[in-house]
């Protein structure tokens, strides 16, 4: 894999976690007893911590991208454990691949 797909892939990996751990320990104002800014939305959260889940993001991503790269490199799950025999095109229907 280039370094500019493993970068990418790793973004990938990034954002969608980044997004799950958004939501994690968030407290609303009225949740934690503090007093609301005016026009500011009820589920507004109080305290988001913004760098404790960057950091979370993170190390979770970093993780998983491991388990990513290692199952690319050694092939440890691979598309015939995957995608069952139904689902399988017939071979005669798939291009033929000459290595010379």
């Known amino acids: ?7 990418a892939v790793y973004l990938l990996f990034w954002t969608v976690t980044l997004f799950v751990t958004l939501p994690l320990g968030v407290r609303t104002h009225e949740e934690a007893g503090a007093e609301r800014v005016r026009g500011q ?3 507004a959260p109080h305290a988001p911590m913004l760098a404790r889940k960057m950091l979370l993001t993170t190390l979770i991503s970093a993780a998983l991208f491991a388990l990513f790269y290692g199952n690319f490199v050694y092939g440890w799950i691979g598309f015939d ?3 069952p025999d139904f689902l399988r095109p017939p071979l005669e229907a798939l291009p033929r691949l000459d290595r010379n």
């Open 81 to 83: 454990d995957v995608v």
């Open 41 to 43: 939305a009820d589920s």
């Open 1 to 7: 894999m280039k370094i500019g797909s493993a970068i």
